[in-house]
């Protein structure tokens, strides 16, 4: 078992930061995988998109039983594997429906149940680690510390699963198996936050880069063609950033006049951390 990546916060050592690996793009792996060479369980069965394909191919014509799911999810281009929706959609509840009821009526061979157990899996973790409301019909989908003992068995079970499988012609584990078990982090940080500030549940939504990606994108915009910022043009692309969306701190700041005076300028996080970058 992979040991759960965290370190002691500098800032703070009676604190851990706890780090996660990238869910849309583990989620992207998996299906890729999946799709080109498959997988092999414990077990010694192979799970790979065969089965899904032989479901496709029942359902040509009137007859649709995977009706969320086409051949397009299957033949996926070199440029549309970059999105995570395609993904999610192969590895869906309507999938798994569609097999067990196909496997269970001798519609499609094979070891369609291990694939459909397989596909459930990879469902419920992406779903625990995407909730964005504390509360919502599926309790797969409450935020972590609602269902928090379910979680925790599914959790395990997927560790478990992960691994002891292997991608059909490799020896190892595939990064992105290590990047599953490292999100174990997400009991700790759970933990770690209901003992320091009572937190009563976690919007595992938020646990990605979308954030960074995103920030880092307004970033580099600023600089207009150069996107390639060194650490000082980092650091005034920051200011910018800040002081954009906080003007009547940077005013205050450097505002030479009594109201400046009379304005605890050490109350404002935005000026302080301004005030830092200034002088240094």
Not at 119 to 125: C, F, I, S, T
Request: proline share 3%; hydrophobic share 35%.
């Amino acid at each position: 078992m992979i040991k759960i990546p965290s370190f002691v916060n500098p800032d703070d050592i009676s604190r851990r930061v706890h780090m996660f690996a990238d869910r849309p793009h583990l989620l992207k792996l998996a299906r890729n995988h999946f799709l080109d060479k498959g997988f092999i369980l414990r077990s010694g069965e192979t799970v790979d998109k065969s089965t899904v394909q032989q479901l496709l191919d029942k359902q040509q014509g009137d007859l649709e039983i995977a009706f969320r799911t086409t051949q397009h999810h299957l033949d996926v281009s070199k440029s549309q594997r970059q999105k995570v929706k395609t993904a999610a959609q192969l590895f869906s509840i309507s999938v798994l429906k569609a097999l067990l009821y196909s496997g269970e009526n001798s519609l499609i061979p094979g070891n369609w149940k291990s694939t459909a157990e397989f596909l459930e899996l990879l469902n419920k973790w992406f779903d625990i680690f995407n909730s964005s409301f504390p509360y919502v019909k599926e309790k797969g989908k409450r935020a972590h510390g609602v269902e928090e003992d379910w979680k925790s068995n599914i959790l395990n079970a997927g560790d478990n699963v992960v691994e002891n499988m292997r991608g059909a012609g490799c020896k190892f584990k595939l990064p992105f198996q290590n990047g599953i078990l490292m999100n174990n982090s997400l009991k700790n940080l759970f933990s770690d936050l209901k003992t320091q500030y009572k937190v009563r549940y976690l919007l595992t939504c938020k646990v990605n880069q979308d954030f960074l990606e995103k920030k880092m994108s307004s970033f580099i915009g600023l600089g207009h063609t150069n996107d390639h910022p060194t650490p000082q043009d980092f650091m005034h692309r920051l200011r910018s950033d800040i002081s954009g969306k906080h003007t009547c701190a940077v005013f205050t700041l450097y505002q030479k006049s009594e109201m400046a005076e009379e304005t605890d300028i050490q109350t404002c996080p935005t000026a302080h951390m301004l005030q830092k970058i200034a002088e240094g």
